[in-house]
Structure formats: C-alpha cells, structure tokens
C-alpha cells in the first residue's frame, strides 16, 4: 500500500515568491513552515498556501516537485490540467 504524497506551493507575502516543496503531511509541513522550522522559507514569512497537488505516492510527488522547480512551464501546465489556473 502507498501512502498519498502532496505537492503544495506557497506565497511569501513578505517577497511575493513561491515555494514549491511535497510531503505525506501536509497540515503539520505547513505548520513547520509558518513556524520558521524550514531554513529555505526561515525568512519569507508570512507564507500562505497557493496550490495543493495530491499523487499517489510520495516518490511520484517528489519526482514532480523536482520537475516544477525546474520548469515553470511544466508547473502551469500541471494547474491548468487539474482547472487549478
């Protein structure tokens, strides 16, 4: 059996960038994130939750957070696909 994984994409709205990052957890990483627990989003807070992107598995959210950090095509694509955009 697998367990979900989730892509999700956070807003900083001190510097009005994205964050993309994928987790089995999704409420507790966000928590993490608005708590200043994860180095990379440390001092971009406040961050608010864009996008949530739900896989079968946590290997196949992780191929693909890595496939939208490197593509932003690839990324929009994948929202207007799910009618996200």
Same mark, same amino acid.
């Given at each position: 059996?697998?367990? %979900?994984?989730?892509?999700?994409?956070?807003?900083?709205?001190?510097?009005? *960038? *994205?964050?993309?990052?994928?987790? #089995?957890?999704? =409420?507790?990483?966000? #928590? %993490?994130?608005?708590?200043? &627990?994860?180095?990379?989003?440390?001092?971009?807070?406040?961050?608010?939750? %864009?996008? #949530?992107?739900?896989?079968?598995?946590? =290997? #196949?959210?992780?191929?693909? &957070?890595?496939?939208?950090?490197?593509?932003?095509?690839?990324?929009?694509? &994948?929202? %207007?696909?799910?009618?996200?955009?």
């Amino acid at each position: 059996m697998f367990i %979900k994984g989730f892509v999700y994409i956070l807003h900083s709205l001190k510097d009005n *960038k *994205k964050y993309i990052g994928s987790t #089995i957890n999704l =409420k507790n990483r966000l #928590i %993490k994130h608005n708590s200043g &627990e994860v180095r990379s989003t440390k001092f971009r807070r406040p961050l608010v939750l %864009k996008y #949530i992107l739900e896989y079968d598995s946590i =290997k #196949i959210a992780s191929f693909m &957070e890595k496939k939208f950090k490197k593509s932003h095509d690839i990324l929009v694509r &994948e929202l %207007k696909k799910r009618k996200l955009l």
